[in-house]
């Protein structure tokens, strides 16, 4: 199967920093990258799709301005929390399709103090 | 992206088949079924999917019966390392489409 990264695995940050997560595809090109959010005990919940070149469209609720999301190249999209808050704290998850199947990274898990 | 139900919670014995069922009576004519499963703080890893027909790798078996509205994923030789929650869903899939809807899915506990 196809493979992604993220990076990094944890972060740690003070409330009212920013926090950039990393999601790369290792052996194929992502037109389309997928950005996830999971709570403890709960499910994955999709926060936003990122388009190489084009704006993300982001799912209802999630607010674009606090979850900057940039695809400039193929094989690259970033996440940056701004003005992180303990409520952002949470386990952040990217993925990214070959044909009709979506791989995903390894997670982020970030706590905001 | 169909609806999903499976049960919240399965056990089974190391060595013994697991037998993962799903239902999805709603699910379109161009939707895949996939299974994918997830271990404690890591990201969900892809086991297995199919449309119409069964399929077979090394991680698992799809049974998806003929009218399509259940499948059922088979560990056929349960481990410690299989135990996780497993997630069924029902997806148009596509790498730039296919935005998938996680559910609740089936925590796994394989036991010695």
């Known amino acids: 199967g196809a493979v992604v990264s993220q990076h990094p695995s944890r972060v740690i940050c003070k409330s009212g920093t920013s926090v950039k997560i990393e999601c790369r595809s290792l052996?194929?090109?992502?037109?389309?990258m997928f950005w996830y959010r999971q709570f403890p005990k709960q499910s994955l919940m999709l926060m936003a799709t990122?388009?190489?070149?084009?704006?993300?469209?982001?799912e209802q609720g999630v607010e674009k301005d606090k979850f900057l999301i940039n695809h400039a190249s193929l094989t690259l999209s970033t996440l940056t929390v701004t003005s992180a808050h303990p409520e952002d704290s949470s386990f952040y998850i990217c993925?990214?399709?070959?044909?009709?199947?979506?791989?995903f990274g390894p997670g982020t898990r970030l706590l905001v103090l | 992206d169909a609806k999903t139900t499976q049960p919240t919670s399965m056990d089974c014995a190391e060595g013994r088949a697991a037998n993962l069922p799903c239902n999805h009576s709603?699910?379109?004519?161009?939707?895949?079924v996939y299974w994918y499963r997830q271990i404690h703080s890591q990201g969900p890893q892809y086991i297995i999917h199919?449309?119409?027909n069964n399929e077979t790798n090394e991680m698992a078996s799809l049974i998806i019966t003929e009218d399509r509205k259940s499948s059922t994923l088979i560990l056929p030789h349960a481990t410690l390392r299989d135990t996780a929650v497993y997630y069924c869903?029902?997806?148009?899939?596509?790498?730039?489409?296919?935005?998938?809807?996680f559910g609740q899915g089936t925590i796994l506990t394989v036991h010695p």
């Open positions: 993925g990214s399709g070959v044909r009709e199947t979506q791989y």
């Open positions: 052996d194929f090109q992502a037109t389309t």
């Open positions: 990122s388009n190489e070149g084009s704006k993300a469209t982001y």
């Open positions: 709603t699910i379109s004519g161009n939707e895949y």
């Open positions: 199919g449309l119409k």
């Open positions: 869903i029902a997806s148009a899939g596509g790498t730039s489409y296919g935005k998938l809807t």
